[in-house]
């Protein structure tokens, strides 16, 4: 369900710049993104800090896509949020006990330290490298191929990571519960 209320102004963006143009659809996407963070706000009683992140830097760089009527800022937008995660990744490493991928995901998985610092620097490398793909992106191709990219190239490329994260951690998990049997 999550995932699904994550994707959801994405989707509603890519939809009506189909229909429409690139301004219609940035003005959809900080309608869209503000009803998110809201909404979630109201369901789950606090604000998802990806969603007021994502929300902030949509109003600035959607606002002035609107107001200069220069689509470059909307284009920018994943590139500066994927920066941002990865910085925060980073950065978590030094604050706490725990990075962030593991005070996410140590509830359901137990795995060893060396194995959380592995994924976060992954998740951070990853989130940086999307950041550069897209500004290729946006500066080798029109923005119909940026709209097309930003909706399946940076989704699938996320899912291919999310799978072959899995697969590494599997292995960790299979260790992890045969010394719990002897």
Known sequence: MKMLIDFLPVALF???YKMEDIYMATAVLII???VQ????????????QSHVITLV???VFGGLT???HDEMFIKWKPSIINWLFAVVLLGSMWIGKQNIIQRMMGGQVSLPQHVWTKL?????????FL?????????NYDTDTWVNFKMFGLMGLTVVFIIGQSL?????IELDESKSDT
């Open 168 to 172: 590494y951690m599997a292995k960790y």
């Open 57 to 59: 830097l949509v109003a």
């Open 37 to 48: 963070t809201v909404g979630v706000r109201l369901w789950k009683g606090k604000f998802e």
């Open 14 to 16: 890519f939809i009506v």
């Open 131 to 139: 950041g550069f793909l897209n500004l290729y992106v946006v500066y």
């Open 66 to 68: 609107l107001f200069l």
């Open 32 to 34: 869209a993104s503000a």
């Open 120 to 128: 976060n620097v992954a998740w951070a490398v990853f989130f940086t």
